[in-house]
């Protein structure tokens, strides 16, 4: 996936998710947290987090139709709609995890779907699929967001926290992960 242009709202990002992962969290991979930069940046804009459309052109708002979606998708494009479910599932849990229920609530596969194991299924199935496009996200950062998910949920929260902070919070505790 080609990164997205130096705007001033990606360089806000960019230094959140420094910021939040390599001094908070302790994470030092640039090629995650700049596909975490390129996600918030993308996601501003409600129809690209609604990306996924059916065959008719109508965007589908829930993760079961986006799933069975995927399924009948080949190649490039099936690795795209893999990738953009486990961007949806990772937004929300991360960025809104307060809007989780209301989301389960009105789709039709109901409460039963799991954002976090969905996410993580997403992200791992589109790291399998070779793409030739020189543009599209490393196999490797996807592996990497599946094996990692619910770290980048909490760094997405944070992030967050720290965007709706007023200027003279202190600054929080440092967090250790093993």
Same mark, same amino acid.
């Given at each position: 996936?080609? *990164?997205?242009?130096?705007?001033?709202?990606?360089?806000?990002?960019?230094?959140?998710?420094?910021?939040?992962?390599?001094?908070?969290?302790?994470?030092?991979?640039?090629?995650?947290?700049?596909?975490?930069?390129?996600?918030?940046?993308?996601?501003? +804009?409600?129809?690209?987090?609604?990306?996924?459309?059916?065959?008719?052109?109508? *965007?589908?708002?829930?993760?079961?139709?986006?799933?069975?979606?995927?399924?009948?998708?080949?190649?490039?494009?099936?690795?795209?709609? +893999?990738?953009?479910?486990?961007?949806?599932?990772?937004?929300?849990?991360?960025?809104?995890?307060? &809007?989780?229920?209301?989301?389960?609530?009105?789709?039709?596969?109901?409460?039963?779907?799991?954002?976090?194991?969905?996410?993580?299924?997403?992200?791992?199935? &589109?790291?399998?699929?070779?793409?030739?496009?020189?543009?599209?996200?490393?196999?490797?950062?996807?592996?990497?967001?599946?094996?990692?998910?619910?770290?980048?949920?909490?760094?997405?929260?944070?992030?967050?926290?720290?965007?709706?902070?007023?200027?003279?919070? *202190?600054?929080?505790? *440092?967090?250790?992960?093993?």
């Amino acid at each position: 996936m080609k *990164p997205t242009e130096p705007t001033l709202l990606r360089r806000f990002f960019g230094g959140l998710a420094e910021n939040t992962f390599q001094v908070e969290l302790g994470v030092v991979d640039p090629p995650l947290i700049d596909y975490l930069t390129d996600l918030l940046t993308r996601f501003v +804009h409600c129809e690209r987090i609604y990306r996924i459309r059916d065959l008719a052109g109508k *965007p589908l708002h829930e993760v079961a139709g986006m799933m069975s979606e995927a399924q009948q998708r080949i190649g490039d494009a099936r690795r795209e709609t +893999h990738r953009q479910i486990g961007d949806f599932t990772l937004f929300w849990t991360g960025v809104y995890p307060e &809007a989780l229920g209301r989301l389960r609530e009105e789709s039709r596969g109901g409460p039963l779907v799991d954002y976090r194991e969905e996410g993580k299924k997403a992200y791992w199935i &589109a790291s399998t699929i070779r793409s030739d496009d020189p543009d599209e996200a490393a196999s490797a950062v996807l592996a990497r967001l599946s094996r990692q998910y619910e770290l980048c949920a909490y760094g997405l929260r944070e992030i967050r926290r720290h965007w709706e902070s007023p200027g003279d919070e *202190p600054p929080p505790r *440092p967090f250790l992960i093993n």
